[in-house]
């Protein structure tokens, strides 16, 4: 089985633009995305449509793709960059991996690795166990419920399940939620497949792409992980991730 990474990374951010380029800890942040990727996975690309961050790249040894700016997803831009690695390389599974994650761990991509083990799997993804009480309410982070053979059911904003004649404090207690880290990983063919459906009901009700996926049919193995996901959205989450490296 023939894995590649592809980190989607574009320069414009309403929240954080330049986000790719900042320095954390002495380098730009695509850089630490790309090295920790490099870890479990021999070849990387990084896929924008940015020269600023295409010149980044190739600066300290890395691969980059250009890509379409008129992406509206992360997944259709890791769909341009793999066809286009295709044209040269043989592999049978693209890792997306978000490039706002410096801290990405080996055992997190492995652990996506290790689902396409079994060769009914299209799509994988990865979980966490909630161990805040307030994490379950929050509708920026996405929930996830899985059945006894660790495929995703459903992904909601809202919490799920919800948890009958019990107060809402205490359901952590009384059952396991579980919270969605948004690196994926598909079957090249799976990946090209996913880019030509269109938008569903439930991708527009609750904003996730997964949810597209899955109302069309698709099955989503999910892994599971101990560690948090540190993404950076923000000039604050920034100011967070230089605490997370100096501790």
């Known amino acids: 089985m023939n894995f590649i990474a592809i980190i989607p990374a574009r320069f414009q951010s309403t929240r954080f633009p330049g986000k790719p380029l900042v320095l954390l800890g002495g380098k730009p942040i695509i850089q630490w995305v790309y090295e920790n990727a490099k870890k479990s996975v021999s070849e990387v690309f990084v896929a924008t449509d940015d020269e600023r961050i295409y010149s980044a790249v190739e600066a300290f040894g890395g691969k980059a793709v250009y890509t379409s700016p008129s992406h509206q997803s992360g997944t259709d831009r890791c769909a341009e960059a793999a066809m286009k ?55 920026n982070r996405p929930k996830v419920v899985i059945n006894k053979n660790q495929d995703a059911m459903y992904f909601s904003r809202s919490t799920i399940p919800f948890v009958r004649d ?6 952590i207690k009384r059952n396991t939620f579980y919270s969605h880290i948004g690196m994926y990983a598909y079957r090249f063919n799976i990946l090209l497949e996913l880019t030509q459906l269109p938008t569903g009901m439930l991708e527009k009700a609750e904003s996730l792409e997964q949810l597209r996926w899955l109302e069309n049919g698709y099955r989503i193995k999910t892994a599971q992980t101990q560690f948090e996901s540190i993404g950076i959205d923000t000039p604050e989450d920034l100011e967070q991730a230089e605490k997370f490296l100096i501790a």
């Open 166 to 171: 019990v107060p809402s404090e205490d359901w």
């Open 85 to 139: 690695v295709a044209e040269k390389l043989k592999f049978d599974v693209v890792i997306n991996i978000q490039g706002d994650e410096p801290f990405i761990r080996t055992e997190q991509i492995e652990g996506l690795k290790d689902c396409f083990n079994s060769p009914e799997t299209e799509i994988a993804t990865l979980i966490k166990p909630i161990t805040n009480p307030l994490e379950i309410t929050n509708i």
